[in-house]
Nanobody, 122 residues
Framework: QVQLVESGGGTVQAGGSLRLSCAAS????????GSWFRQAPGKEREFVAQ????????IYADSVKGRFTISKDNAKTTVYLQMNSLKPEDTAVYYC???????????????WGQGTQVTVSS
């Protein structure tokens, strides 16, 4: 069993930066691929970024490519999402997820955090 706890959300002006953290307990992220999803008001949850168990591979949604960076700490207990050049359309609840597969589909993830709100003002 894995418990995931996100932190780092908040309100920032357009063009600003935030760093989200996802701390895992129970098992480390070396066993699982770690991902970030987000859900904006009135919209479905969507994939944002994923990092492999070893940390060597990453993939991003086109909407965040070049602005967001996903990473892990050396102990692989925490996954980060560095968000730069934020836009109002990035406003959403951001969720951390862990799963066994290399996948950008929600159904392939076994463990989810509670979410953290990110609000970008124009």
């Amino acid at each position: 069993q894995v418990q995931l706890v996100e932190s780092g959300g908040g309100t920032v002006q357009a063009g600003g930066s935030l760093r989200l953290s996802c701390a895992a307990s129970g098992r480390t992220f070396s066993t699982y691929a770690g991902s970030w999803f987000r859900q904006a008001p009135g919209k479905e949850r969507e994939f944002v970024a994923q990092i492999s168990g070893g940390g060597a591979a990453t993939i991003y949604a086109d909407s965040v490519k070049g602005r967001f960076t996903i990473s892990k700490d050396n102990a692989k207990t925490t996954v980060y999402l560095q968000m730069n050049s934020l836009k109002p359309e990035d406003t959403a609840v951001y969720y951390c997820a862990a799963g066994y597969f290399w996948s950008q589909k929600q159904r392939d993830y076994d463990y989810w955090g509670q979410g953290t709100q990110v609000t970008v003002s124009s």
